[in-house]
């Protein structure tokens, strides 16, 4: 079983920034793909960006060259750094934990980029 909370949405002008984290329980973490979603109002639920164990990454075409995805297997913590922020970007995000047949998803964070 793999707990997930994530922190640090919030409302931010678009062209800021944010740094979203999800801290995981559990032991083999690092054994675990990790991913952050997002759920806009009236909309599916979205990939954004995922990292692998190896550390291997990939991210949605709207987020490219602004999001960055990254994870610190000691603290068993995936962050989502994002800049130059859009409004488009407003969404519920979530943390997903992905292991062979096993998926785990965090609460969300609310993100609300307006002016």
């Known amino acids: 079983q793999v707990q997930l909370v994530e922190s640090g949405g919030g409302l931010v002008q678009p062209g800021g920034s944010l740094r979203l984290s999800c801290a995981a329980s559990?032991?083999?973490?690092?054994?675990?793909?990790m991913g952050w979603y997002r759920q806009a109002p009236g909309k599916q639920r979205e990939l954004v960006a995922a990292?692998?164990?190896?550390?291997?990454?990939n991210y949605a075409d709207a987020v490219k060259g602004r999001f960055t995805i990254s994870r610190d297997n000691a603290k068993n913590t995936v962050y989502l750094q994002m800049n130059s922020l859009k409004p488009e970007d407003t969404a519920v995000y979530y943390c997903?934990?992905?292991?062979?047949?096993?998926?785990?998803w965090g609460q969300g964070t609310q993100v609300t980029v307006s002016s």
């Open positions: 990292i692998s164990s190896g550390g291997s990454t």
């Open positions: 559990g032991s083999i973490f690092r054994l675990y793909v």
């Open positions: 997903k934990a992905e292991r062979n047949s096993y998926v785990y």
